[in-house]
């Protein structure tokens, strides 16, 4: 597909009130942020006590947007695709009643294809309709890519399962944030900086992540200590 199509998180403004509230200040409805996800969203063991993009979601959001009564819940577990977080929707999601939900997910997926791809569509758009029905709004998430020639079993495979991500961002009108897209734009040696493993971020990964969701959903800002912080 055309990524072009699916980059700009701008395309599928203005929107929805659940998000742009949360987002835009002025409104003092508290709002449940939820990240969900596998190891890269859990941020453990490879951030190295660093915090991972979901905790610098929340200093950005809480903190310095002043968004006190706001709630960020990473529910995201080393090992998860996507049959694992419909297994457990009720555990990981739903019982947060989420405004906003942000899925990031796939690497595992397509590791030797364990959920094929067509299985991995019909998953992501189950998730997402979830999430609607029950009044939320889904946030796509692509993620990094794979180091080359270090894990083969995922890197020939995910360059697709990105794209069906973008596909069903645009197919069911979904805001997204496309990093593996801006992931590439890197030289492989600078890419590198930004790993812990072949496919896991450290914490400088984590910062592009956030950097990225910033500039993507309008909350990017010069003076602020989050959005600064230093990436190669």
């Not at 941020?43 to 706001?70: C, I, K, N, S």
């Not at 960020?72 to 989420?98: C, H, M, W």
């Not at 364990?114 to 991995?120: E, W």
């Not at 734009?185 to 930004?194: C, D, I, N, P, W």
Request: net charge negative.
């Amino acid at each position: 597909m055309d990524r072009v199509k699916a980059l700009r998180v701008s395309e599928h403004l203005p929107l929805p009130p659940p998000f742009r509230r949360g987002l835009g200040g002025g409104r003092e409805e508290p709002v449940v942020w939820v990240f969900a996800g596998d190891s890269i969203t859990h941020g453990a063991l490879h951030t190295m006590g660093w915090r991972d993009y979901t905790e610098l979601f929340r200093e950005r959001v809480v903190w310095e947007l002043q968004r006190a009564q706001d709630a960020v819940i990473n529910t995201a577990f080393s090992g998860f695709n996507t049959q694992a977080i419909l297994e457990q929707y009720d555990l990981r999601v739903s019982r947060f009643k989420p405004d906003v939900v942000f899925i990031m997910i796939g690497m595992n997926d397509c590791c030797e294809q364990l959920v094929p791809l067509p299985q991995f569509v019909e998953n992501l758009r189950d998730m997402a309709g979830r999430i609607q029905a029950d009044g939320g709004l889904p946030v796509m998430q692509t993620t990094c890519p794979v180091i080359s020639g270090k894990a083969p079993g995922r890197e020939q495979n995910l360059p697709a399962y990105m794209d069906s991500i973008r596909q069903t961002a645009v197919d069911m009108s979904l805001p997204l944030v496309d990093h593996y897209a801006h992931w590439e734009k890197r030289t492989e040696q600078v890419r590198s900086y930004l790993m812990s493993d072949p496919f896991h971020p450290n914490e400088f990964g984590h910062r592009a992540f956030m950097q990225q969701i910033s500039r993507d959903l309008g909350i990017w800002d010069d003076s602020s200590y989050v959005c600064r912080l230093f990436v190669p």
